[in-house]
């Protein structure tokens, strides 16, 4: 490389001279090849057809899609599922693209050829919404080209709606799966609460409200019996020490049969009797403090006072009324004040029984109060998953009747759909080989063929060709140099070889375009 370092531009056009035929036969052995192969290529024609993808006719906001994938990538599941060898299958078998029976191409060959033969490509892929694709076939055949290009699009139309119907149809089916599930959970649920709410009314928490005033009412009545009972124990007592105390209380005999105003008593201590009936009576009623009971006290009071003062002739005549008393042979009682004490007795009896179901009532109330709070936790519990149920049952019939509309867009094809804007037609003139293309490639691939054998002869050589070589290499100047000396016979013989040269050389490009020809011809 230090040698190619040192030339300048006259040097190397000197090489290419002394190497030309190394060039000259390169380029044009390539050149010859070439063009035989491009021209005994067989044309390939090329037909396409553009498919728009039009929009849905209802606004999205009016029903909206289910099919919401991006076209992008519904356009390379529609590619993949069509170009398989089992669809191509029938596509070859529908147009007839096997080749002649005589042929050695198997029939998974003629597939891969076809389905190398289709291309899908878009038409906007740079950014933005894609509106259309292209597809395009090629084949040696021109008479089949359009023919196939427009069966692969409506191939394409036709599975872009069945796949958006078994879609939206799958989707409406899985959201009724769903939606009957949900409904027998909601129903499981709405019977449990109703069985839970019928055998426990009163462990529910709207019955709280009616246990607190049941309570009420009957901590009300407890309490009046309690006074009840309060009075008629002091009433009693009360009885009791007037019974047993020393006073002028009257007696009679246990064994009389006198009765009324023949028992013996004057009329104030009859008097005295029934005002102390009433006293008990206003004590039941109103308290011991009312002013009627004050007023019956002091009455009574006054009535004593006035037996107490009485004369002792008074006294005399009480005692002559009625027979002489035995007191040790006969009982005495006052039958008002018995009378009075059994009845108070008997009240506070009655009234203490009264307490005992009452007192049953008020546990009972408590106890379901005691309770509310966790079986309200429990109804809590089981309605929020009841509310959550049906706002899942709510959603989910929505999505199934958005669902279903969407279907029926499908169904009619008024939703997103593939339209044919132009059909493939047959072409006037082969797509390919561009054989111009292939005969300049040939060329310009024998030059640098000829340059680098040319390059590589000169760096072998070790000639001395020139005086500015010979100083260099000796470093030393070269006082005159001796031309070569070509007779007229030496130049004749060597413009026969070169004649030989290119006649070979054409013939063997020609046979070697021919040779590759074949070879193409067969695996192409």
């Known amino acids: 490389m230090d040698v190619f370092d040192e030339l300048r531009l006259g040097d190397y056009l000197e090489i290419a001279r002394r190497r030309r035929w190394f060039i000259i036969v390169s380029v044009l052995a390539m050149f010859l090849a070439s063009t035989v192969v491009a021209y005994r290529l067989r044309n390939v024609y090329r037909a396409e057809t553009t498919v728009l993808v039009d929009s849905s006719q209802v606004p999205y906001n009016y029903v909206a899609p289910v099919v919401s994938s991006d076209i992008t990538a519904r356009l390379s599941t529609l590619q993949q599922?069509?170009?398989?060898?089992?669809?191509?299958?029938?596509?070859?078998?529908?147009?007839?693209?096997?080749?002649?029976?005589?042929?050695?191409?198997?029939?998974?060959?003629?597939?891969?050829?076809?389905?190398?033969?289709?291309?899908?490509?878009?038409?906007?892929?740079?950014?933005?919404?894609?509106?259309?694709?292209?597809?395009?076939?090629?084949?040696?055949?021109?008479?089949?080209?359009?023919?196939?290009?427009?069966?692969?699009?409506?191939?394409?139309?036709?599975?872009?709606?069945?796949?958006?119907?078994?879609?939206?149809?799958?989707?409406?089916?899985?959201?009724?799966?769903?939606?009957?599930?949900?409904?027998?959970?909601?129903?499981?649920?709405?019977?449990?609460?109703?069985?839970?709410?019928?055998?426990?009314?009163?462990?529910?928490?709207?019955?709280?409200?009616?246990?607190?005033?049941?309570?009420?009412?009957?901590?009300?009545?407890?309490?009046?019996?309690?006074?009840?009972?309060?009075?008629?124990?002091?009433?009693?007592?009360?009885?009791?020490?007037?019974?047993?105390?020393?006073?002028?209380?009257?007696?009679?005999?246990?064994?009389?049969?006198?009765?009324?105003?023949?028992?013996?008593?004057?009329?104030?201590?009859?008097?005295?009797?029934?005002?102390?009936?009433?006293?008990?009576?206003?004590?039941?009623?109103?308290?011991?403090?009312?002013?009627?009971?004050?007023?019956?006290?002091?009455?009574?009071?006054?009535?004593?006072?006035?037996?107490?003062?009485?004369?002792?002739?008074?006294?005399?005549?009480?005692?002559?009324?009625?027979?002489?008393?035995?007191?040790?042979?006969?009982?005495?009682?006052?039958?008002?004040?018995?009378?009075?004490?059994?009845?108070?007795?008997?009240?506070?009896?009655?009234?203490?029984?009264?307490?005992?179901?009452?007192?049953?009532?008020?546990?009972?109330?408590?106890?379901?109060?005691?309770?509310?709070?966790?079986?309200?936790q429990k109804i809590s519990r089981l309605q929020q998953d009841n509310d959550s149920l049906k706002k899942q049952y709510a959603s989910l019939l929505d999505k199934k009747q958005a669902a279903e509309m969407s279907y029926n867009l499908e169904v009619r094809q008024k939703a997103e759909r593939f339209v044919v804007l132009d059909a493939a037609q047959t072409p006037q003139k082969p797509a390919a080989p561009n054989r111009p293309l292939i005969s300049f490639a040939g060329l310009m691939g024998g030059l640098l063929l000829g340059v680098a054998l040319a390059a590589g002869l000169e760096m072998n050589d070790e000639t001395v060709r020139s005086e500015s070589e010979a100083a260099r290499i000796l470093g030393k100047p070269v006082l005159s140099g001796i031309p070569r000396l070509v007779s007229a016979r030496e130049r004749k013989v060597s413009q026969l070889r070169a004649a030989g040269i290119l006649a070979c050389t054409v013939v063997g490009s020609i046979a070697l375009g021919l040779l590759l020809s074949l070879v193409t011809g067969r695996f192409f």
């Open 81 to 376: 599922q069509l170009l398989s060898p089992t669809r191509l299958k029938k596509l070859v078998e529908a147009e007839g693209l096997y080749p002649d029976p005589s042929g050695k191409r198997t029939e998974d060959d003629v597939i891969r050829s076809v389905q190398s033969s289709i291309t899908v490509e878009l038409v906007n892929p740079g950014g933005g919404k894609m509106g259309a694709f292209r597809i395009a076939y090629s084949s040696k055949r021109r008479d089949e080209v359009a023919r196939v290009a427009n069966h692969l699009a409506g191939l394409f139309i036709e599975e872009n709606l069945k796949a958006r119907e078994e879609q939206t149809s799958g989707t409406a089916q899985f959201l009724d799966d769903q939606l009957t599930e949900t409904k027998h959970e909601l129903d499981a649920t709405d019977a449990e609460l109703r069985a839970i709410k019928s055998k426990n009314i009163l462990d529910l928490p709207e019955s709280k409200p009616y246990h607190m005033e049941a309570l009420a009412t009957l901590r009300g009545q407890v309490q009046n019996i309690e006074d009840k009972i309060s009075q008629d124990q002091r009433d009693k007592a009360i009885f009791q020490s007037m019974l047993l105390s020393g006073g002028p209380a009257p007696t009679i005999d246990v064994e009389s049969s006198y009765g009324g105003n023949d028992s013996g008593l004057s009329p104030e201590q009859v008097q005295i009797q029934k005002l102390e009936g009433k006293l008990s009576e206003l004590r039941t009623r109103y308290g011991p403090a009312h002013p009627e009971v004050r007023r019956t006290q002091h009455e009574i009071d006054q009535l004593k006072k006035k037996i107490a003062n009485a004369p002792p002739d008074s006294a005399e005549r009480t005692t002559n009324q009625k027979p002489a008393i035995q007191p040790s042979t006969t009982r005495l009682r006052n039958p008002v004040l018995q009378a009075q004490i059994e009845k108070a007795e008997e009240d506070i009896n009655d009234l203490s029984r009264q307490l005992l179901p009452l007192q049953k009532q008020i546990e009972f109330h408590t106890a379901k109060l005691t309770e509310v709070p966790v079986f309200e």
